[in-house]
């Protein structure tokens, strides 16, 4: 098999290195991943090696791009005979640089986000003749790049998943029936919405408004009132992660209407604790959510929807406990992730056939 070159628009801290047990953090996808392809990885640690990539890491928090692993991946292409690039912050420069600087080498793209400049850059560019192959985590996003003219042919969707062993029910944690949770970036999120509802409701709140300890968030304000019976908590390690979707009654996620599956981290981590999800619609997310199955999905933008969710699994915790076993059940049938890194390295596998 030619080699495979793996760009992760992530990175590891040195004692998740160490954690061999995953004890301490949850497994990682491209690192599962070679156990059943030969790959050499680029990570977020690469910057950390040069002063320019130290200098790159901080230009590229605003714009949205990964260009220093983007031109570390471009320099080396050329001993590889594919190159996978596990997100569009990547895949997207790399493909305006293979217009220029070719190289026989396939590409793979996933796209995990979306956004309007991403769109005119691609569709300007036409930057899909230069992807091989273009994986998705959900339909309305393959839906969404067909239109734009991308050969549905070349389109897969590989549902995302989380790690099933790390997150798991627990009895460690008491859960407490006045407690839920929400989680994610406010870029993403309809705190204001959510804040709001809550804020009369006999409930307690911890909102953990950020994204992981690598994310590279631009804002991480909320413009809305805070009311007494919220906790805003940032960067969790994932332990303590954990322990917040045991110890909640259910998760509620406030998510924007998106064309990506913006929210289902949330969803599956809550799922594979057993807990269920009030999400508020979004296209990314309805292949991750059987409403009234395994969570409850109420209309955007309304307030007394969103409120009456959250008051009916308030006063009927057992309908929320059958529908956090109903997530967790889904999950270990097609969510999980080792059925995600099978996945993935099947369609590197046929891309090189």
């Not at 959250?310 to 967790?328: C, F, Q, V």
């Amino acid at each position: 098999m030619k080699k495979v070159l793996v760009i992760a628009t992530a990175g590891l801290k040195p004692d998740q290195i160490e954690d061999i047990n995953h004890l301490v953090y949850p497994r990682v996808d491209y690192l599962e991943l070679k156990k059943y392809i030969d790959i050499q990885i680029i990570n977020y640690n690469a910057y950390n090696r040069t002063k320019m990539g130290q200098l790159f890491r901080s230009i590229e928090t605003q714009i949205s791009s990964d260009l220093y692993l983007t031109l570390l991946g471009l320099k080396a292409q050329k001993k590889y005979g594919l190159v996978f690039t596990m997100s569009e912050r990547a895949g997207i420069p790399f493909a305006g640089l293979k217009n220029y600087f070719p190289y026989p080498a396939q590409l793979i793209t996933m796209f995990q986000s979306w956004s309007w400049r991403q769109e005119r850059v691609i569709s300007t560019l036409k930057l899909y003749k230069q992807m091989n192959t273009i994986a998705v985590h959900c339909n309305s996003m393959k839906n969404h790049l067909t239109g734009l003219g991308f050969p549905a042919s070349r389109i897969f969707t590989v549902p995302y998943s989380v790690d099933q062993d790390f997150f798991q029910p627990s009895n460690d944690y008491e859960q407490q029936s006045d407690l839920i949770f929400s989680i994610g970036e406010p870029r993403s999120r309809n705190y204001p919405l959510l804040f709001n509802t809550v804020s009369n409701l006999p409930v307690r709140l911890v909102a953990a408004a950020s994204g992981t300890w690598y994310a590279r968030e631009k804002k991480h304000n909320i413009n809305a009132a805070i009311p007494s019976n919220l906790q805003i908590v940032r960067h969790l390690p994932p332990v303590s992660l954990r322990s917040l979707y045991a110890q909640s009654s259910f998760v509620v996620l406030p998510i924007y209407d998106q064309i990506s599956s913006a929210g289902a981290t949330g969803i599956l981590e809550a799922g594979c604790m057993e807990r269920c999800v009030i999400v508020t619609e979004s296209r990314g997310i309805q292949d991750y959510v059987v409403n009234g199955e395994t969570g409850l999905m109420v209309e955007p933008n309304n307030p007394k929807a969103l409120r009456d969710a959250i008051s009916h699994l308030l006063t009927h915790p057992e309908e929320a406990r059958r529908m956090g076993k109903n997530a967790r059940q889904r999950i270990e049938a097609f969510y999980n992730l080792d059925n995600y890194v099978l996945k993935l390295a099947q369609l590197i596998t046929d891309s090189l056939s």
